[in-house]
């Protein structure tokens, strides 16, 4: 099956870098697509960035637009999220995910998960 293990969450200062990792150690699909969703404290989970696997196309939340960037290694399986310019706003679990088919113009399904990655960012 699918098993994601996320990692490269910590705690950083308002306005530095950081760069989360995702290793799919399970199988794949045809028309697969990994992404990033997020849940702070208080909140309903939320999507932030997704990339289709075969053809490298990419989605992101408006509140990440422009500061985070997602991205893939076919060959290791992996997806990155690059976050720069880090604000307070961001600080929540991080938790990778792999859709088996999203299609555009459909809402990113998470039909598998990690077990999530702790970013902090304090001002």
């Known amino acids: 099956q699918v098993q994601l293990l996320e990692s490269g969450g910590g705690l950083v200062q308002a306005g530095d870098s950081l760069r989360l990792s995702c290793r799919n150690s399970?199988?794949?699909?045809?028309?697969?697509?990994m992404g990033w969703f997020r849940q702070a404290p208080g909140k309903e989970r939320e999507f932030v960035a997704g990339?289709?696997?075969?053809?490298?196309?990419?989605e992101y939340a408006d509140s990440v637009k422009g500061r985070f960037t997602i991205s893939r290694d076919n060959a290791k399986k992996m997806v990155f999220l690059q976050m720069n310019s880090s604000k307070p706003e961001d600080t929540a679990v991080y938790y990778c995910?792999?859709?088996?088919?999203?299609?555009?113009?459909?809402?990113?399904?998470?039909?598998?998960w990690g077990q999530g990655t702790q970013v902090t960012v304090f001002s």
């Open positions: 995910a792999l859709d088996k088919f999203w299609s555009s113009g459909t809402s990113f399904t998470g039909d598998y």
């Open positions: 399970g199988r794949t699909f045809t028309n697969y697509a």
């Open positions: 990339i289709r696997w075969t053809t490298g196309t990419t």
